[in-house]
């Protein structure tokens, strides 16, 4: 990847996740991929600062510099110390005038409520579980099983086990109950798609690229109440659903698949008004893709699925990063001008 001239030397601010309440260990690693991306994207002729959040106090942290002179490439996923805060990072940054990376707050709020985003994919036609939310176990009214029991404002499969997958009227309520008195907020309940998990990866404004699908290959699982991605199969590594969950990349797919995939991740991206990047988790079952959630915020560490199908693409870590400093440029007051002058279609080959 070669930066046109008129990007070369940008200043980017890297803005990230440093909680002092976690351990050692963990802020270490954070540090070590944190700073595997600031050398990846300074090889490229960015010029970055990293800025590590380790408070909620964004306007000290932010305060010494300038919108005007900097892209900020968001990769926050919260504020220390405040519940579902992603969204209030990308306000934040709205409100100072700074032009950064990934979605709006509108989108990532928007994202991280999952009966909005079921609501919109209905509306838009997109293919989805069927679905409903409850407040109250009094209001239940559900009789398809198998289903699955999530909360309706996490993300990262918080409160999602084996145990969130259901068989019997019993079963949901206990469910319901326990995501209630764990996280005080609206129950999900869906369809369970016991099928093929794909995630996609999708980058680009207005001309929308999907890179390789990714499958998350549940054949080492007999019991279908462990063919989720749970949270232990995202983040606890002794897990056995972390160890035996493969990735698959490129998802073994026929081409009518890949184009009905295609199409069905693009329309879920614009739905929600994705930017620049983001990742859409579905599951398929007799070839037919269902969206099971959007990501307009999606983790980009190296050992993501993100990451891994840009790799497949031909793009190194560092030119994924520049590539989405580049779509983010676009939109700067100064920068965004001298770009379309110089490239309308900056290279990033």
């Not at 306007?59 to 209030?88: K, T």
């Not at 709205?94 to 209905?122: H, M, P, V, W, Y």
């Not at 009905?260 to 739905?271: G, P, Q, R, S, T």
Request: include cysteine.
């Amino acid at each position: 990847m070669q930066i046109d001239d008129c990007l070369s030397n940008l200043p980017v601010l890297l803005l990230f996740n440093l909680d002092p309440n976690w351990s050692a260990q963990e802020q270490e690693e954070v540090l070590n991929v944190t700073s595997q991306l600031d050398k990846e994207i300074g090889s490229l002729g960015y010029q970055t600062t990293l800025v590590p959040v380790t408070n909620s106090d964004l306007n000290s942290i932010l305060a010494q510099y300038n919108p005007l002179d900097y892209i900020v490439f968001n990769w926050c996923e919260s504020l220390p110390g405040v519940a579902h805060s992603e969204w209030l990072i990308a306000e934040y940054l709205e409100q100072r005038g700074f032009t950064f990376t990934g979605a709006s707050s509108a989108t990532i709020a928007l994202s991280q409520d999952k009966f909005r985003i079921k609501r919109l994919l209905d509306k838009s036609g997109i293919p989805t579980p069927g679905w409903h939310t409850y407040n109250s176990m009094s209001t239940v009214r559900w009789n398809r099983f198998p289903a699955i029991v999530k909360p309706s404002r996490e993300h990262c499969s918080e409160g999602i086990d084996r145990n969130a997958v259901v068989m019997t009227e019993t079963e949901l309520n206990n469910r319901i109950r326990y995501i209630r008195d764990v996280f005080h907020q609206p129950v999900l309940v869906e369809d369970f798609i016991d099928g093929r998990e794909l995630h996609v990866s999708l980058w680009e404004n207005g001309s929308i690229d999907m890179l390789p699908p990714a499958e998350m290959e549940f054949s080492l699982f007999n019991d279908e109440r462990d063919r989720i991605c749970s949270y232990e199969a995202k983040f606890v590594p002794e897990s056995e659903q972390y160890q035996k969950i493969m990735t698959v990349l490129p998802a073994p797919l026929t081409e009518d698949e890949l184009h009905d995939v295609e199409n069905v991740c693009k329309a879920a991206y614009l739905a929600a008004g994705c930017r620049d990047y983001a990742r859409i988790d579905m599951r398929m079952k007799n070839s037919v893709p269902y969206v099971i959630d959007i990501n307009p915020n999606a983790d980009l560490s190296p050992d993501t699925s993100t990451i891994a199908a840009a790799e497949f693409a031909g793009f190194t870590y560092g030119e994924f990063g520049g590539r989405i400093i580049s779509l983010a440029a676009r939109r700067h007051p100064v920068w965004g001008e001298q770009i379309d002058i110089a490239d309308p279609e900056v290279s990033t080959r």
